[in-house]
């Protein structure tokens, strides 16, 4: 769907991404005015914020429909000339539809529902303590305003509908890439003067990033900037490796020039 370019009198938003090194978490800060939040029914039909994370910038069909009979290999974004019937839809669908990427459809805000529809298999990945989300609000259906959304989620290169016992997380480091990028969804929809646009405007250059990763921007995690870097910092992590042995085994992620360990 081609909708008008946005004007900040009628949208105007900002994104920050950020993270912490020791954590596998991707922090958002959204920022939106929008002249009409439309927001009031309990489906899909609601002003969104769509953001689709490939941890391990693997790249690849993200679902079911892609892995069908969407994408060629190595032609991304064009038809196949018949659909794959080595497996079927469902075996398809489970096999692929957010297991390796995630693609999350926040609301904005959400009311009366989810805080995100986790699109795919792995549902359980919108829940704590793998993503989070708080917003800040004062508008009704209808009105303008402006909103702020803070949230988090946990990539993961896999994460199957079994649900999180043998999800893998994908490991956030120093200048690693990931694929990422985002859709923003404005309705603009009423009973009253039928307004009716549905603006649909993508961070990737292509529209059909939503299922399809190597069409998703290259993002680099960034180390701190050197004046926001202590001197000498400890810091570690830890796991049982033994319980009935009481053996644990410490992996050193300090700072600095570090010499001695106690």
Known sequence: MHAPAPTPATLDVRVRVGWVKGMNRLYFLYEAYDDYWDYSLLGLHNDTFEIVV??????????????RDFWTPGRVGEAAAAPDER?????ANWAIHGVHAQNYHIFTPAVD????????????????????????????PGEPGRLVLEFWVTPFDYAGPEGPQR???????????????WAI???????VDQRGSN????LSP???MYGHT??????RLMPLEPQFVKPIEAQWTWRVVDMDRRLAAFKDLSSGAITLWK
């Open 206 to 208: 292509k529209h059909t």
């Open 199 to 202: 603006g649909f405007w993508n």
């Open 167 to 181: 999800a893998i997380e994908s490991v956030l480091r120093e200048n690693k890439i990931i694929g990422l990028a």
């Open 54 to 67: 490939d941890g391990d910038a693997s790249g690849g069909p993200l679902i079911d429909k892609g892995h």
């Open 185 to 191: 969804i404005d309705y603009d929809y009423d009973d």
């Open 214 to 219: 190597s069409e998703l921007c290259a993002f």
């Open 113 to 140: 529902k989810d805080w995100t529809l986790a699109w795919g298999v792995p549902t359980w990945t919108k829940e704590l303590p793998w993503s989070n989300a708080a917003y800040s609000f004062n508008f009704k």
């Open 87 to 91: 497996i079927s839809v469902d075996e």
